[in-house]
Each structure stands twice: as C-alpha cells, then as structure tokens.
C-alpha cells in the first residue's frame, strides 16, 4: 500500500490531468467506508471500473468506527447483520454472539476491507465538503477538507442515515470543567469513569445501552431522561459452533427470507390478532417473546403495529415489566413510557436497563418535571437544582437520514444545492435518486426502507441495483441518469400516503425529524417493508428504469 505522501501526490497529479483533459480522475466517488460503502466500492471494481473512495475516519467501519461507546451492540442477529454477496465470506467468519458488539462488528469490516483488497482505494481521514455537478462537463467535482479535489462520472453518497451526531443546543455547554463526550463520536481508547461523577443525557438506543455499563464504572450515574422508551430484553447470548454452523447451512433459504419479509430480519410469525385472544393467552404469549428477547416481541401479533387498542395491550404489558422490575414505584411510573404506541418511536433492545435504576449510585431526573436550564462550570443546572458532574455523556442521537447529506455542499444543475431542494423535508425517488442532480445515488436515503428494517439488507439491494443501473447506462451508451420530478412526486406521495395511515404519524420521532429543532416534520423512511420495496425497485428496472431519465446527452 503506498504511503500517504505517495497517495497525495499521486493524486493531485490525477487531478490536475483531468482537469486539463475534462476526462475525469475516476469514474466513480463514493463518500463513507460503511456497509454501504465498501460494498459499493468493491462491487464498481469487479466492473472494471476506477474509484475513489472517501472517509471521514481513519478507518473502515462507518457507524461501527465511530459509535465506541461502552455497550455499544447490533440488534439484528449476528449471522443476518452480515454480507451475503459472497459465501465464502459469510462461510468463513465465526460470530461469538447472538447479537454482535461494536468490537465484533468492527473486526468483521475490517476483514471485509482486507480480504477484498479494498483499502488501496480509500482515502481516510478525510471528510468530503462538497460535491458539485458540472452542466458543461457533466462531471461531479468533490472536494474534501484534506485538500482533495477530483472529478468522476458518478457520485455515491454512502454517508449513512444515522451518522450525523446531534449535541442539543444547551445554555452554558462551553463553561462545564469536565469532560464531555458523545456516544457517536467516543474515543478510540475509552473513556474510564471510575470515581466520577457521571450524567448522562439521552435514554434512546444509545443511552439504553451505555448506561447499565457506565454504571458499574461510574461512583455516581445520573440519567437525564425527556421521554422514556420501551425497552426490550435482549437475552443476547454466545452462539455455539453447532447453532452457527445450522445458519450457514441454511444460509440460501435464509438470506431469501431476509430480503421478501417486511423487516429484513427472520422474526417468529404472530400468532394471531391481539384483540381476537382471550386476555390470558394474550399475556402468557406476550410473556413467550419476552422470554426469548430481542424485537420479536413486536411482532407477537399481528394487530399490534397497526391497531391503536392492540398495541396498548402491547405497551401495558411492558409497562408492567418495568413497574415489576423497578423498586421505587415513582421511578418506575418515570420510566414507564406513555402517550405514545410501542413502535411508533425505535424500539430500544437493552441488556439490564431496567434493573440499572436499583442501584444504589444511580440517579434518574425526569427531564419533564425539571428541565434543564442550563449547563455551568460543576454540572448540569435543572428548575431543581445543580447536579454537580465530572462528566457529561451525550446520547442525544443524530440528524438523522438526511444530515449527513446535508453537512456536504452537494450542488446539482445550474447550481442549486441539495439543501435548498431539501429545505421543505427530503424527497427522493426510491430514496435513491434526486430529480435536478445526475449521475449521483443516495444508499439507505429517505424514501426507502432504511432504518425500519435491517439495514444491511437494504444496504446489499440498493447497492446491487444501483450497480445495475450503472450497467444499463453502460450497455446502451447513456452518460447521465437521474430521476424524474414526476416520478419523485409521486414516489413522496406514496411513501408518505403509507405513513399517514400508520401508528408511526402518533409519536414525535426522530423518524419524522422531530428531534431537531426547525427540521421539517416528514416521515422519512419507507413502511412498506423490505420485501415489498425489493419487487417495485425490480420492476421498475424490468421496465427499463421508469421514472428516470436515463441519455446521452443533458436534456
């Protein structure tokens, strides 16, 4: 592998040639070393093609580099949240657990990097700024703020949807003496809170799982929670090599059930309605899918993520897991999640969360009934009182599915700026394409499926059929594709006529942006499952790519 020096220069020369020849630098940029990313890169390599990827870390792994955190773990089983595009791959890697830490998961991309070859055609450490589409050339030029400029036929945003951290707009963040840290952007060696006093704010995904073990470290916890979640057991536990080697075996029926089921995942199928099931069964079934952990408990019938009453029998049952588990009473009602249906906001899958709050140094402070007022020197400040800190942990989230995209200066034809198309909310075809900017493809983008099924999955379908896209193009000689304004209308439409009709639209999610101030509140993801998303993006290629312009020349 070359050094960096080589890498630059070598590059700065490829630049200023296909400036000078308006030929491009490559004939592909892909933006992020992700799932998406890496298989994106290899799969445009075995066409023969140049490409450049760029990262913002100093190494592969995406959401997976970044999210360190302690408890940092995967709720998709091990063995499904894994590439399928080649069975030796998926053949030779052991999984330890049911569901895969961060580590884990870590060395797997990593392996995926090495086996393949793939780092000779990354650039690292390097965050692409801008990404700018010549009318004259046809050309995209990306820029990074490493000092990289280059051209390419094609751009792949595989910037992921949830890879934008969001620290809240705190009074007096910049005055507290402490350390701060957020669970998306944790250090490379680890943080040891031992002795410390520790708050945390955030009890989504992220703070569920980081918080039992911060506490176990930390002198004293406090957890600063604005809306509690329903949390499921994870029950995860080491895979044994019999159980493993009965996955692989069965990996081509597998994978195929992955991709036509709605979430990308194998889950148990429901056993009936709610509302049709005598209260007791009900609650032994219910008691079932608690028992063997994990989000089958979502789907334990199959009136629960699409009936108001169905799903609260659902809710009502957690709640009292939570009132059963929890010692202190007013705790436990803190923590019990209403006002809402289950599912409608992510599901949290946690291992001891619930139990956490019983330990003697663990403090919850209901963010609802004290806000926070501000941050000062020695802690956090709530309309109670300063809770004195000597670290601040945020597990606030991200902008997600769209503020990745938008931190990059992405300009289409005649200039206009993905950010100015966006500024009512996200629209995409497919979630894959944006009418006004040819030749550039969004992976895992709003308007597909995305965050509500298991992402890998998605991940593999859309970079296949963008891939062949690229080939269509190709074979019959067209330069530029990019969606219709028609098609992407009614595409919208579609995505939000599922939505509008759904449990979804009852919470204030970050599905619909509702945890950034200002973002426009659009569903974003795509509810009509993984399966049924897979024929219509089949169809539409069957039918030679309808709703996109696909030419030879800019219209």
Known sequence: MPDSTSRESRESRESRESTASSEPTYDAVVVGAGFAGLYTLHSLRRRGLTVRLFEAGDGVGGTWFWNRYPGARCDVDSADYSYSFDDDLQQEWVWTERFPAQPE??????HVADRFGLREDITFGSRVTSAHFDDASGLWTVTTDSGDTVTARWTVMATGPLSSARIPDIAGLATFTGEIH????????????????VGVIGTGSSGVQAIPVIAEQAAELTVFQRTPGFVLPARNRPLGPGELAEIKADYPARRQLQRQSHGGWILPPPVGLALETAPDVRIKEYETRWAAGGLAFQTTFGDVMTDATANETA????????????SDPVTAEVLCPKGYPLGSKRVCVGTDYYETFNRGNVELVDLRATPIEEIVSEGIRTDAGVHELDAIVFATGFDAMTGALGAIDIRGRDGVTLRDTWEAG????LGVSVAGFPNLFVLAGPGSPSVLSNVVVSIEQHVEWVIGYLDHMRSTGARFAEATLEAQDEWVEHVTGIAVGSLYMQADSWYLGANVPGKPRIFMPY??????????CAQIAADGYRGFSTTTELG
């Open 527 to 536: 509810l009509g499952g993984v399966g049924n998303y897979r024929n219509l």
């Open 105 to 110: 998961i870590l060395r797997y991309l990593e």
């Open 182 to 197: 957020h669970t998306a952007n944790w250090p490379e060696q680890g943080v040891d809170f031992r002795g410390k006093r």
């Open 315 to 326: 809710a009502e049952f957690v709640r009292s897991k939570i009132r059963e588990t929890v």
């Open 426 to 429: 996200p629209r995409t075809y």
